[in-house]
Structure formats: C-alpha cells, structure tokens
C-alpha cells in the first residue's frame, strides 16, 4: 500500500505512539486522564501521527506485558471510552486500539461505537480488531472465549457490512442480525479502515487477506527479519488473489531513549558499559542518539512496513519530547 501522509509528506513511515494507559507499563501505577491527556496532546504537537491504547480488561496474576510482570493482577481504563475522550481533545493524530479484543463486545454495536468515534475524530479512527487473545480475562467478566476466530470471522462480516455498506444480515452460529442498519452513517462512506491485528495463523491471514486495509503482528521484528517474518502473510494475500502492496504493515517498535523516568526495562549494572546488549535482552529494538533511531525507523520503511508504533522507555511527557529530533530528522 502506498505510503500516504498528507500531514508530514516527507516522512518516510507514519510513527504513532501507544499511551501508558495500563499497570505495568512503566510500574505499577497507571497514568490518570490528566496526565494521558497531557501526553496525548504533547504528542500530537511534536508530530506523531497516530495514538493507541491497549484493549484488555484485566491482566491475571503473573501475565507478563510489554516487559514487566508484577506477579499480581493488573488492569488499564478501558479503551474505546479512551478512544472517545481523547478524539474530543486531539484534532490530527489517527486513534487506534491494540486491538479490539472481540470477545468484549457485540460485533453490530461496536460497529455503532466505531461510527460515532470516526465522527468525533473528524474521520481519524483506525478500527483495530483482533479475534481476542485468551488471556482469561473475558471469562473473568462472564464473556465467551471459545470458537475465537470462528466468533471473529461472523464478527467481522457484520462489522464491515454495517461500516462499508450501511446494512448487515446475518444468521450465524455466534451472532444474529436482522435486517440490521447503521444510521447515520460516519463521515467516510466506507467506514474508517479496518486493522486486523494477529500472529501468524492460517485461518487468521486468510480473515486479514479479506477484509483488513491494514495488518499488525505483536512480534518484535528487526528490518532484516521481515521478508522471512512477512512471508505467510504475503503467501496468504496471493491465495486469495490479493496485491500485497494493498495490505498497509503496521509493527511495534520499542525504543529506549536513555532518560531518567519510570522505567519499562530495568537497567542493570551493564547497561552503560553495553548499551547494545542491553538493550537486545530487554527487548528494546532502537536506542542511542536520535540519529540512530532515525536510521532504524528509516530501515522499517525500507522493509515495507507503512506505519510503525513506538513503545516509548520512559513513558512520560519527557520521553514524548526526548522522541521530537528523531520525528523532525524523518520529516528532513
């Protein structure tokens, strides 16, 4: 798919940025809507192209995210009532969830939320699905978790017939509409593009291949791995007769900026004597001087990759503004 980035033309990827709105993001604490808020839109003014949020409600005991493992059960607010407020508060940056857990929620009314959120935005909703990641929390609140991606593919028949074509009907083994239709529409007649989030399964690749405009894995890949890493996916989008340059490559990127700040991946004794390894066994992808990462960003683009999203180590407003060089030497 062709890059396109009317805000920052010159950039050779969009870069967007996933808030810390979860425990254990950078300790147990959770960041309040004040301060999200503060960093959505200290975001937004340095130029970052998009904001996430995670979509889970609970983190059982001992669920390891994102590098950190409290042993105890940790949670964040929920996501599309973030997605709202902070559409009502930015006016550039594309909103998106990672992902939509689908075992949450009627696939029909999330069709709804997603039209009314699109027209809160001005029309910046990413749809971020995900047939749901069996972490236990859905049935911790009384939700299905069974036939994930057989729930999924009914779900994304409705959720695309509504958003694209105005009307669903569907008489499935999980889902049931009749003669369902979305009134109003949102402000693109299409509905906002759909990014199916997934590892790399068959049934999954075979659902992206169909329906998605966009595609993210949550594996940390280096450029150099990608065409083996992507190949599945490429190999799906030929199966069923699809361009691969129409499917947009989202990825994760965790960057370590080197600042003093509630920390992600603590540093041990060796860090300052070997950033490098370091930095590789706690999972960072880019670190060093904003040229550096700059590079790094620049060698995704090269690999294909349309819209990367950095993880940011620390995850505080200085971090945001520590990010500014690298975003103003993409845009040179």
């Keep these: 798919m ?3 980035n009317p805000m920052h033309p010159h950039r050779p990827l969009k870069v967007g940025y996933i808030l810390p709105e979860t425990e254990g993001r950078r ?6 809507w004040d301060e999200l808020r503060a960093m959505a839109e200290r975001a937004e003014a340095v130029g970052f192209d998009s904001l996430w949020m995670v979509d889970r409600l609970l983190f059982p005991g ?4 994102v590098g950190y493992t409290t042993g105890e059960t ?3 607010w929920e996501a599309w009532s973030l997605t709202a407020a902070l559409a009502a508060v930015t ?3 594309e909103l998106g969830q990672y992902v939509t857990n689908n075992l949450f929620r009627n696939p029909a009314l999330l069709a709804k939320m997603a039209a009314t959120v699109d027209e809160i935005s001005g029309g910046r909703l990413i749809l971020s699905l995900g047939a749901g990641d069996g972490g236990g929390d859905a049935a911790m609140f009384g939700f299905p978790e069974d036939h994930r991606v057989g729930r999924f593919e009914e779900a994304l028949r409705i959720v695309t017939g509504l958003l694209r074509e105005g009307r669903v009907d569907l008489d499935g083994a999980y889902y049931r509409v009749r003669d369902g239709e979305l ?7 299409q509905g906002p593009p759909i990014l199916i989030g997934s590892q790399l399964g068959p049934r999954m690749l075979g659902l992206a291949a169909r329906y998605a405009d966009l595609w993210n894995t949550f594996q940390w890949i280096r450029p150099e791995e990608l065409p083996a890493a992507l190949a599945p996916l490429d190999a799906a989008l030929a199966a069923a007769g699809r361009d691969p340059a129409t499917l947009g490559r989202v990825l994760d990127v965790p960057v370590d900026l080197d600042l003093p700040g509630p920390r992600r991946h603590p540093r041990s004794t060796a860090y300052g004597r070997d950033r490098a390894v370091e930095a ?8 060093g001087e904003p040229e550096a990462i700059a590079d790094g960003l620049r060698a995704y683009a090269d690999a294909g990759i349309g819209h990367v999203v950095v ?5 505080t407003v200085e971090g945001i503004e520590a990010f500014a060089p690298v975003l103003e030497l993409l845009d040179a």
């Design 91 to 93: 006016t550039r940056v």
């Design 280 to 287: 590789a066994a706690s999972g960072v992808l880019l670190s």
């Design 2 to 4: 062709a890059h396109a």
């Design 62 to 65: 001992g669920d390891e995210f």
């Design 183 to 189: 009134r109003p529409r949102g402000p693109r007649q």
């Design 27 to 32: 300790g147990p604490a959770v960041a309040r």
């Design 311 to 315: 993880w940011l180590d620390p995850d």
């Design 74 to 76: 940790t949670g964040g």
